[in-house]
């Protein structure tokens, strides 16, 4: 009878399917006396470099923590485990994969993947299923105006990356007896959501100091050449040239100023620790200023990993690459999670929700605090200046090893 | 507007854009004729044109860290990419030609994330660049800047081209591949081996790419997802100059370069690439109606 065999199939199919279902929420958050953490992070595709560096501090944090006996919860030790799927940097994988982390593989609790994108992608997800989801890599403002409850991040967001560049340049020409009103600023961003929230930021910093903009180009995401602009900003001559365009923002500014000769006293950017600009691009690289969440050489402690700098040489000696902020602010996600387990005294997500959201700890990243959005605000950014082919910290002024250089020299 | 004000008021502006425009439409002119090359000769759109100009560029990078100077890079890339050129007409190409134009842009656009994916996976998707260390030239008292490197890729271009066309005109091989996009078949009752000929065309125009990839390599940076603008660039510019017509690609490179620098400018970075496409548009409509008085005068 050929008609019957389709519905065996189909019958077969469906006790299939109910069975992985079953078998997915049994095998759960806890397995035996390790619980499942689950994370999509870029392994290939474009944010391959720094989906590395996040996997690389979640894998460092779970190590440290299980080393360390693991975490307490109601009176017996539980190991940590991170489940990962490869998003190949594309937000709709993401959001697929996270459904995939929460209904199949029933993991409860789920870190955060790497770039803003991915993490608007997932926070729907992660909120729809009331699952916790702690984050360290996503920093658009955005992601923390939407209400979301269960999406916590251990970073500051992008707004933040280049507000304090403005900062310190009212504050050096308050000193050289300039009235900060009369700074001029040119700034050019790549058209992403974590660029356009770095502009928001100065935009509202410049406001505050009453400066002006004079030059706000928006560069396309496949920029190979700045010319056109650095055209601009020479001709205008502004105090201050603002630039965040990830690694090849970074990497052309520093190059075709010095090319183009374009003088200008304050030079920032974002990303160019990742992007090396002082290891590669030499003494062309010399003061330019750059934004940065975390840095080796602050003063922060903790109970996992001792000071910054003990976790950096840890994270050198296990990956054989220094440690970028990519990898702190993960493993900081993963230690958020550690302390919230122990202070829930469960793995009930709600509880832990509740634990993570009362977070008020000390890390080597920095402080941890979330207001009510979930986002940290206890931890300040840090402003490099590239000084002898080395990062100086110049900002916040708490850590600073040295005074900004001002103006910024220009090489010959 | 007040962008357009500036460029008045500031003359040397104007000559800034003209000579950046033209520095780097020479670049674009490279892997453009490589492009125009093979679409002559064997009837298809290499869509991975962009990624043959990034391996290029990588090439002479890896070249740059082992401590070779990136302008010796320059040909070492060409050669390196004109056996990858063959290698991938041997595995992919040879089953496309004659084929239906789009199966050939449908695997070439398969190669060109293959390779975009490949190099990702080996190189990583840092962004790198192989310093050369040329200084820049200072003109009207600093007003007006050139980089060094970017007058040598310019020369380096125009030098490629013009061994192109010398090889194109005086080679055996060169005569046997124009002969071949003149008419394939005719070619081959006359005992040309057209297969040979079509596996040297596509290792040429990868040479070619490689040189303009390395010479991009040393003027800005390289990264695995640079090819794109590279390919987009390169068919705007054939559709404009059209087939078999090195002078005419050199003219549209160097046009589109200058008119992008002055886009970029006037409109701001973010309307450079529109303005480009725009203008693709326009001159494709007007290249219509100019061509369809010509068929009315005919009939």
Known sequence: MPKSIPKARLLATGACALLLIAAGSAAAKVEGDTVVLGAAVSLTG????????????????????NEMGGVKVGGKAYKLKVLYYDDESTPARGAQLAERLINQDGVKFVLGAYSSGLTKAIAPVTEKYKIPHVEGNGAARELFTEGYKYLFAVLSTSDYYLRDAVNLAAEVAKEKGRDPKTLKIAMAFENDPFSLDVRQGIVEAAQKHGMKIIVDDKLPPEINDMAATLTKVKAVKPDLLLVS????????????????????????????????IAETLGKIAEGVLCASQWDRKLS???????????????????????????????????????????????????KVRDAISATDMMTFYGPIKFDETGKNTAKPMVLYQVLGGDYKVVAPTKWAETKLVFPRKMPQ | MDNLRLLFAAPPLSLQLLLDGILI????????????????VMGLINVAQGELVMLGGYAAYFLYRA??????????????LFFLGWALYRSVIFRVVDKDLFISILATYGLSILLQQLANGLFGANVRTAESGFGTLVLLGGEVTIAEIKLISFGAALLTGAALLVFLRRSRMGQAIRATAQNARAARVMGIDTDRVYAWTFGINAAICGASGALVAMTWIVHPYLGLPYTVRSFMIVILAGLGNVLGVLAAALGLGV??????????????????????????????????RQRRYLT
Not at chain 1, 47 to 63: C, E, F, M, R
Not at chain 1, 256 to 263: I, K, L, Y
Not at chain 1, 304 to 321: C, I, M, R, V
Not at chain 2, 273 to 279: D, K, N
């Open chain 1, 46 to 65: 474009k944010y391959s470099v720094n989906g590395k560096n996040t996997k690389d501090g979640y894998d460092l944090a779970v190590k440290r923590i």
């Open chain 1, 245 to 276: 365009g990830h690694e090849k923002g970074a990497t052309l500014v520093v190059k075709q100023t010095a090319e183009m000769r374009v003088d200008v006293p304050i030079v920032g950017t974002t990303h160019c620790d990742s992007a090396k």
């Open chain 1, 300 to 350: 922060y402690k903790d109970k996992w990993f001792g000071s910054a700098d003990d976790y950096a040489k840890l994270f050198e000696k296990e990956f054989n690459y220094p440690a970028p902020y990519q990898a702190a602010e993960s493993t900081a996600s993963v230690l958020v999670f550690a302390d919230a387990f122990a202070r829930a005294g469960s793995f009930e997500t709600e």
């Open chain 2, 25 to 40: 439409g020479a670049i674009f002119a490279l892997a453009a004729y490589g492009m125009a090359l093979v679409w002559g």
């Open chain 2, 67 to 80: 401590g070779i100077h990136p302008l010796l890079g320059v040909p070492v890339a060409a050669v390196l």
């Open chain 2, 259 to 292: 008119a992008e620098n002055f886009a970029g400018f006037i409109l701001g970075a973010e309307y450079q690439a529109a303005f480009i496409f725009g203008l693709l548009v326009v001159i494709l409509v007007w290249r219509r109606f100019s061509l369809a």
